[in-house]
């Protein structure tokens, strides 16, 4: 079975850093690319970034270019998100989403709960 | 960047009735090399994480009921629910994986009649 658990949520004052967490199980982390999507409360769905399975291949939202890092260990079956030089739009749920295949360029076969992210002073 | 809209933006039916949902994306997400459209729908229950239910436009995910279809192709496509279920009230959104950014549309909410 499929497990996606995020952790490393919580409040943070604008400007300061963050790292979320993926720990995956059930399925071989590293022949699957992985994705944040994010969703500000009572809003829609934003795909944030992607890392596919072997080589790395990383790609971001506009959005968060520059300020947000996507890495995996593959040895580990752990998914980070490094959230630098956040802003009050930041605030969301931040889920893991498990891709479709080793590529990027699959669906979200599979999400975690999400872990909360709240940049407020 | 592709643009993803939804029509409409919520909808209502009776138990037992279709819903049909529309997704158009601003770009063709039709990949000629190997004809498949990079797009996919997701349903969303109050309080859970979205949950994939088509991909490549018309392929059901393992396990979704077969209530739920999907069609398009290029440009403009369907999500089809044949007969509404109480368990099928939640926000339903398309997604295009062809090109990055990744977009999703802004979501229909589907409630019962």
């Known amino acids: 079975e499929v497990q996606l658990l995020e952790s490393g949520g919580g409040l943070v004052q604008p400007g300061g850093s963050l790292r979320l967490s993926c720990a995956a199980s059930?399925?071989?982390?590293?022949?699957?690319?992985m994705s944040w999507v994010r969703q500000a409360p009572g809003k829609g769905l934003e795909w944030v970034s992607v890392i596919s399975g072997r080589d790395g291949t990383t790609f971001y939202a506009d959005s968060v270019k520059g300020r947000f890092t996507i890495s995996r260990d593959n040895s580990k079956n752990t998914l980070d998100l490094q959230m630098n030089s956040l802003r009050a739009e930041d605030t969301a749920v931040y889920y893991c989403?498990?891709?479709?295949?080793?590529?990027?360029?699959?669906?979200?076969?599979?999400w975690g709960q999400g872990t909360l992210v709240t940049v407020s002073s | 960047d592709i643009v993803m809209t939804q029509s409409p933006d919520s909808l209502a039916v009776s138990l037992g009735e279709r819903a049909t949902i529309n997704c158009k994306s601003s770009q063709n997400v039709l990949y000629s090399s190997n004809n498949k459209n990079y797009l996919a729908w997701y349903q969303q229950k109050p309080r859970q994480p979205p949950k994939l239910l088509i991909y490549?436009?018309?392929t059901r995910e393992s396990g979704v009921p077969d209530r739920f279809s999907g069609s398009g192709s290029g440009t403009d496509f369907t999500l089809t629910i044949s007969s509404l279920q109480a368990e099928d009230v939640a926000v339903y959104y398309c997604q295009q994986y062809y090109g990055t950014p990744f977009t999703f549309g802004p979501g229909t909410k589907v409630d019962i009649k």
């Open positions: 490549w436009a018309s």
């Open positions: 989403a498990k891709m479709g295949g080793g590529t990027c360029y699959s669906a979200l076969a599979y």
């Open positions: 059930g399925f071989t982390f590293s022949g699957y690319a």
